[in-house]
C-alpha cells in the first residue's frame, strides 16, 4: 500500500504539478520581461509630464482616451487593492472575525443576581452592571428616542447607511462642515460587542471595515427589533455601568419599561458622551441634550412639537441609587455567598465544557434567606448596637479600654488593608509606621452618621477599636434553612463576619454538657452542691461562679437557668469529657474541641453558626439538620443547575425525650433565669428555650434562643477581647446580646407578615416526662436521711469505691500482660 501511494504522489509530481510550474515561470518571465521598461523612474515620469500637460483647450480626442485609461486602470487597481484589504480583514488577518454561528450564541456579560426566598432581589455579582431585559420590557419612548437621535433610517438600510455615509463624506470632507456620525446603530452594535483594537496608521480603516462586515452579519441574523435589544442591553452608559435597565435603576430608580418620555431622552442622550452628559455630573449639559433628543423625536413624528415643547420645560430630576456592593440587604450574607460560590463555579462545567463565571454567566441564585426577617434583624441590631456603644463610651468616659497595652493596636495595624497593601507593595515597615502617622481625609463611620474628617490611619483604627460588634444568624430548626444573617454593624467598615468568625462561647455551650449528661442517665431532678471544688486530678483547676455566690443545691433546671459553673464542672465530669465532645461533633459543630473539663465552661473557640445550628436539634426532637442558605441555581436560561435535597428529618443525634427535656430546662433560663427580661421588657409572650453566655472578663456576650418557629442566635464584642465592660452586670450577655435578639424576635410577632409567632408554643411535654421535671429549682441544704438511707448511701457509695478499684486492677493486670507478651 505504501509504495502504491509513493508512485501516485510521484506521478502527480513530475506528471501535472512540475510541468505547470515551470510554464508559469517561463511565461512570467517573458510577461516581466516585457514590462521591464515600465518598473522604471523614467516611464512613470514621462506618463505624469503627458498627465499634466493636458489642456482642455488643445486637448485632442487621443488624450482624452489617455486619461480615460489611466483613470480606468487606476480604478482597477484600487478595486483590486480594496478587495484584498476586505479579504484580509474578512478572513481575520487584522484579528478575530466572529463567524454568523458565533453571532448567533453571542452572549453578553450578564451579572448573576442572588434573591430572598419571598423574590425579593438581594445583591448582584458582575464586572460589568448589566441586567439584559428583553424588546417588551423596554419603554416604547426609549426606542423612539434611539432611532430618532442615533439611526432615524434604521428601518431602511441593512447595516449600511449608504446615503448617510455620503453626506458625512461630502460634508466633512468636501464642505468642511459637522455632518455627525455615519455609522448605524447595527454598526455601532458591532463596535460595543467586538471594541476597537489600535492598529495604527491602519485604525480607522481597518476598524471602520470591520465593524461594517460585523453590522451586515447582525443583520442577516436578528430581527430589526432583536437588534434594538441587543443594543440597549450592551450600550455603556458609564464607568462599569452597561445597557438601559441599569442606567434606569441608577439615575430614576425605575424600570426600564417605566421610563417617562423626557427621562428616556436623558439616557439616549448619554450616548453621545456618557461623561460630558451624566445628568447627576453635569445636570445643564444633560438638560441641554435632552432637550436636542425631544426636539430629534418631534422631527421624526415620533413626538407632536408641542408635547416636546412642554416636555423641554420641565426641570431635570433625578432620584439616583448608586449601589455598591455594601449597600442593601444582607452585604455579610452576600460575601459569604460570593466566596462559596467561587470555588463551586470553578468545579462546574457548563454546556461548552467550560467552568461557570459567577460575573459574566447571569446565574440566579436562589436562597433561603426571607428578606423581611432580615430587615427585621439588621433594625434590631442598628437599634440596639447603637444604644450599646453609647454605654459603652460612656462606662469608658473617653479613656482607652486596652489601656497601655501598644499590642491591640499594634494587632489592628496588621489587620488592615492599608498595612497589606503597603506591605505587598514592598514598603518598609519604618515606611509603613510613617505613613500611619500622617493625617489624611476619611469618611469615619459613627452611629449618628458618617462624617468627613482629617485623622491619622493609626487613630482610625484606635478609633475604630472602641467599637462593639456583633453576629446574628437565625435558622428553621426543622429545615435547616437560614433566614437571617447580620455578620457585623457596617460592612462597608467591619469587613469581619461574625456569624462564621470563632470565639469563646461561655455558658452557651453547657446546653450541649447538660444533653450529655442527659444521655449518660442523669436524672433531671438530681440535685447537685453548689460548692466549690478543686480537681486536682486535672491541674488542681477550681471553676467558680460567676457571682461568686455558693451553698444550697440546685437541680438541672436551676443550675441551668442560673448558670451555676460548679454545677456544670459536676455533670461533664459525671457524663464524661470526651461523650460530651462527640455529642457535640453529632450536634454539627465542626471545630476541635478541648477534651478538658472546663469545655463545660464554654472555653471553646466556636462560631455562631455552629452554635445555632447545634441548637437546633433541641428543637427539632433530637434531629440535627445542617444549616441551608442556598435552595437552587439557575443559568441565564433558566435551567437549575443546582438544587437542594431535603435529606428528610435529619440526622437523630439526640434522644426525642431528652431533646423535650432539654427544651424544658432552658425555658427555665427565660422563665427564671438571666433571659427572664424577654418577658418583662420586651413583652415576648411565645414560649421561648436558650442561654446565655459570658466569657472572661465580660469580652463576649452571647445570647441563643429557640422559638416554636426558629432558631436566633446573637453574639456581641469587640474585635478585641480587651476592649469590653468592666463589670458583669454591664457586660454578661444578657445585657448585651440578649437586647438585640429580643428586639428582633418582637419585630418579628408584631408584624402581620408573620401570624403565629407571638403565641407560639412548644409539642406540650409527655406526662411521663413532667413528672421527671417535678422538682425545686433549689434548695437551701439537702433534706434529712433516716437511718435506711443513710445505711443505703454507704452501702452504695462502698459498692462504688470496690467497682471501681476492680476496674483499675483489671486494666493494670491486661498492661502487665501485654508488656510480657512483647518482652517474648
Known amino acids: 500500500m505504501k509504495r502504491v501511494l509513493i508512485k501516485i504522489i510521484k506521478f502527480i509530481v513530475y506528471t501535472i504539478i512540475l510541468p505547470v510550474t515551470l510554464f508559469l515561470k517561463r511565461e512570467l518571465k517573458l510577461f516581466f520581461g516585457s514590462q521591464k521598461s515600465k518598473f522604471t523612474r523614467a516611464y512613470w515620469q514621462h506618463k505624469w509630464n503627458r498627465v499634466r500637460a493636458f489642456r482642455l483647450k488643445d486637448a485632442k480626442r487621443s488624450d482624452f482616451l489617455y486619461l480615460f485609461r489611466v483613470a480606468f486602470k487606476g480604478g482597477l487597481v484600487l478595486l483590486l487593492l480594496f478587495t484584498l484589504f476586505y479579504m484580509a480583514v474578512f478572513m481575520g488577518v487584522f484579528g478575530h472575525m466572529p463567524s454568523k454561528r458565533e453571532l448567533r450564541a453571542r452572549q453578553n456579560n450578564t451579572a448573576s443576581e442572588v434573591y430572598a426566598s419571598d423574590g425579593v432581589l438581594l445583591g448582584r455579582y458582575y464586572i460589568q452592571d448589566r441586567t439584559n431585559i428583553s424588546y417588551d420590557a423596554i419603554a416604547p419612548a426609549a426606542i423612539q428616542a434611539l432611532i430618532a437621535t442615533e439611526d432615524a433610517r434604521f428601518y431602511k438600510h441593512s447595516g449600511v447607511d449608504v446615503r448617510s455615509s455620503f453626506r458625512v463624506l461630502i460634508k466633512s470632507v468636501l464642505l468642511q462642515e459637522s455632518a455627525g456620525g455615519g455609522s448605524t446603530l447595527s454598526q455601532q452594535l ?21 465593524e461594517i462586515i460585523i453590522a451586515r452579519k447582525l443583520e442577516g441574523i436578528y430581527t430589526k427589533e432583536e437588534l434594538l ?47 460630558t452628559y451624566n445628568p447627576r455630573l453635569n445636570p ?109 463610651d460612656q462606662h469608658w468616659k473617653g479613656r482607652a479600654p486596652w489601656g497601655r ?17 503597603m506591605q505587598k507593595a514592598g514598603v518598609s515597615e519604618n515606611d509603613i509606621r510613617d505613613a500611619f502617622g500622617q493625617p489624611v481625609a476619611m469618611n469615619v463611620f459613627s452611629w449618628k452618621g458618617s462624617t468627613k474628617r482629617e485623622m491619622t490611619p493609626m487613630d482610625s483604627l484606635a478609633y475604630y477599636e472602641r467599637f462593639l460588634n456583633t453576629g446574628l444568624l437565625a435558622m428553621e430548626p426543622h429545615t435547616g434553612y437560614i433566614r437571617a444573617w447580620v455578620g457585623g454593624i457596617n460592612h462597608d467598615i467591619f469587613k469581619y463576619d461574625h456569624v462564621r468568625s470563632r470565639r469563646q462561647v461561655g455558658s452557651t455551650f453547657k446546653p450541649i454538657v ?36 455558693y451553698g444550697g443545691e440546685y437541680s438541672m433546671r436551676g443550675a441551668l437557668a442560673h448558670s451555676v459553673n460548679t454545677v456544670s464542672a459536676q455533670l461533664i465530669l459525671e457524663a464524661g469529657v470526651d461523650r ?18 472546663s469545655l463545660a465552661l464554654g472555653t471553646a473557640d466556636l462560631s455562631l453558626l455552629e452554635m445555632v445550628s447545634a441548637y437546633t436539634t433541641f428543637a427539632n426532637d433530637g434531629h440535627h439538620v445542617a444549616p441551608v442558605y442556598i435552595e437552587k441555581i439557575t443559568d441565564r436560561s433558566g435551567n437549575v443547575i443546582r438544587q437542594h435535597r431535603p435529606d428528610g428529618y435529619g440526622k437523630s443525634v439526640l434522644s426525642p425525650k431528652n431533646a423535650a ?26 414560649d421561648i428555650a436558650g442561654k446565655t453566655g459570658t466569657t472572661q472578663d465580660n469580652a463576649d456576650g452571647w445570647f441563643i434562643g429557640i422559638t416554636p418557629k426558629l432558631v436566633t442566635g446573637v453574639w456581641v464584642g469587640a474585635e478585641s477581647p480587651k476592649v469590653r465592660f468592666r463589670t458583669l452586670a454591664l457586660g454578661q450577655g444578657s445585657s448585651t446580646a440578649l437586647p438585640v435578639w429580643g428586639d428582633f424576635m418582637r419585630r418579628i410577632a408584631l408584624d402581620p407578615a408573620y401570624p403565629g409567632y407571638m403565641k407560639s408554643q412548644f409539642e406540650p411535654l409527655a406526662p ?25 448511701d454507704s452501702v452504695k457509695d462502698k459498692a462504688v469505691q470496690t467497682y471501681k478499684g476492680w476496674k483499675e486492677d483489671w486494666k493494670q493486670r491486661r498492661k502487665e500482660k501485654k508488656r510480657g507478651r512483647k518482652n517474648k
Open 229 to 275: 435589544e441587543l443594543y440597549l442591553n450592551t450600550v455603556p452608559m458609564g464607568g462599569n455601568l452597561y445597557g438601559i435597565e441599569r442606567a434606569s435603576r441608577r439615575f430614576f430608580n425605575t424600570s426600564a419599561d417605566s421610563l417617562r418620555t423626557e427621562q428616556a431622552a436623558v439616557l439616549i442622550g448619554m450616548l453621545k458622551a456618557t461623561t
Open 661 to 686: 427535656v432539654m427544651l424544658a430546662l432552658m425555658q427555665g433560663v427565660v422563665e427564671e433565669g438571666s433571659a427572664a427580661k424577654l418577658r418583662s421588657e420586651f413583652g415576648l409572650q411565645m
Open 514 to 549: 447538660y444533653a450529655a449528661a442527659l444521655e449518660k442517665g442523669i436524672a433531671p431532678c438530681t440535685f447537685f452542691p453548689n460548692v466549690r471544688k478543686t480537681y486536682p486530678e486535672y491541674d488542681n483547676w477550681s471553676p467558680q461562679n460567676a457571682t461568686g455566690q
Open 284 to 392: 445643564e449639559r444633560a438638560q441641554h441634550r435632552r432637550n436636542v433628543v425631544l426636539n430629534q423625536m418631534a422631527r421624526y413624528d415620533y413626538l407632536p412639537q408641542a408635547a416636546a415643547d412642554s416636555l423641554k420645560k420641565l426641570p431635570l430630576e433625578l432620584n439616583y441609587r448608586y449601589v455598591t456592593h455594601n449597600d442593601g440587604l444582607a452585604p455579610y450574607f452576600r460575601e459569604q455567598l460570593r466566596l462559596e460560590l467561587e470555588d463551586w463555579c470553578v468545579r462546574q462545567k457548563n454546556r461548552n465544557g467550560d467552568p461557570y463565571n459567577l460575573y459574566t454567566d447571569g446565574l440566579k441564585i436562589y436562597t433561603t434567606l426571607d428578606a423581611g426577617m432580615q430587615r427585621h434583624a439588621e433594625r434590631a441590631v442598628r437599634r440596639r448596637m447603637a444604644l450599646l456603644q453609647q454605654k459603652f
Open 190 to 210: 458591532a463596535k460595543n460587542l467586538y471594541p476597537r483594537k489600535d492598529y495604527k496608521l491602519w485604525d480607522m480603516p481597518v476598524n471602520k471595515l470591520r
Open 580 to 597: 460530651t465532645v462527640a455529642l457535640a461533633h453529632r450536634f454539627g459543630i465542626e471545630n476541635e474541641l478541648p477534651a478538658v473539663p
Open 768 to 792: 411521663s416526662l413532667q413528672g421527671q421535671l417535678d422538682c425545686a429549682s433549689f434548695r437551701a441544704e439537702a433534706p434529712p436521711q433516716n437511718f435506711v438511707d443513710r445505711i443505703f
Open 405 to 421: 497595652d501598644s499590642k491591640v493596636l499594634q494587632a489592628a495595624m496588621y489587620r488592615s488593608d492599608r498595612y497589606r497593601k
